[in-house]
């Protein structure tokens, strides 16, 4: 069964960090694109930041320079830094696996608020 756990969520006040780690069980950690996604009250999900197999990120333009994504293969988890912290990035932020064409899977979610 495949598990992905987020941890890392919480207040912050605005320009503040947070490190977001996804650790991943049940499936071939290395062989997955890894991405966060966020979901803010009344908006779509979006794509934050992916990762993939073999090591190329992506970012969504209004976090780049700010959040960077990694992945530690040997601990089958993914961290997302997250750095000078805006109130719009207030969400619940979600940790993804994802390996073509179809195979697909998404963690509970992790609570972050930026405000002061």
């Known amino acids: 069964q495949v598990q992905l756990v987020e941890s890392g969520g919480g207040l912050v006040q605005p320009g503040g960090s947070l490190r977001l780690s996804c650790a991943a069980s049940?499936?071939?950690?290395?062989?997955?694109?890894m991405g966060w996604y966020r979901q803010a009250p009344g908006k779509q999900r979006e794509l934050v930041a992916r990762i993939t197999s073999g090591g190329s990120t992506d970012y969504v333009d209004s976090v780049k320079g700010r959040f960077t994504i990694s992945r530690d293969n040997a601990k089958n988890t993914v961290y997302l830094q997250m750095d000078s912290l805006k109130p719009e990035d207030t969400a619940v932020y979600y940790c993804?696996?994802?390996?073509?064409?179809?195979?697909?899977?998404w963690g509970q979610g992790t609570q972050v608020t930026v405000s002061s």
């Open positions: 049940g499936l071939i950690f290395s062989a997955y694109a």
């Open positions: 993804n696996a994802a390996r073509l064409p179809r195979l697909e899977y």
